[in-house]
């Protein structure tokens, strides 16, 4: 099984088609396809402009990795293909940020959880939900409050 370290760098890699775009790449969280589970991310384009203001677009595409190794499985736009109900023409306030601040060995607490409950899924197909919930309730918990929706509907 690939860390999710490493996967993550597969999905920056993966993004927009590997433009040069200045963009985002989301945590990744559990996504359900057909019976299965498979990794997942959204990616949101910005330029300065938008970044100094503190308003951000909705996410612009995600992407759905395989569970093992992070290979792609598929990139799709959200205009085409959405994972989210959230309007296209409203601009989010990022400049709220959450009052909960990680450190780098929180990150990699964060990732272990996340790599053990896949590692769990892949060996026993079976979903250890209490401690995905923790995961995602902790990053949720750092992201500004107006991206956090994304982050759920993407999730299982």
């Given at each position: 099984m690939t860390s999710i370290i490493e996967i993550n760098r597969k999905a920056g890699s993966f993004s927009l088609g590997g433009a040069k775009t200045p963009h985002s790449v989301s945590w990744p969280v559990l996504r359900k396809k057909g019976s299965r589970l498979v990794i997942a991310y959204y990616t949101t384009a910005y330029n300065k402009e938008k970044l100094d203001s503190g308003l951000m677009p909705r996410p612009m595409e995600w992407m759905e990795l395989d569970?093992?190794?992070?290979?792609?499985?598929?990139?799709?736009?959200?205009?085409?293909?959405?994972?989210?109900?959230?309007?296209?023409?409203?601009?989010?306030?990022?400049?709220?940020?959450?009052?909960?601040?990680i450190d780098a060995a929180a990150v990699e607490s964060l990732y272990k959880m996340f790599d053990s409950v896949r590692k769990a899924y892949i060996e026993n197909k079976m979903l250890d939900l209490l401690m995905y919930r923790k995961y995602l309730n902790t990053v949720c918990a750092v992201i500004p409050e107006s991206y956090r929706g994304f982050l759920k509907e993407l999730s299982v």
């Open positions: 569970i093992r190794d992070g290979n792609l499985i598929g990139r799709y736009d959200c205009r085409a293909e959405d994972f989210s109900k959230q309007p296209f023409d409203k601009m989010y306030d990022i400049s709220k940020k959450s009052g909960v601040r």
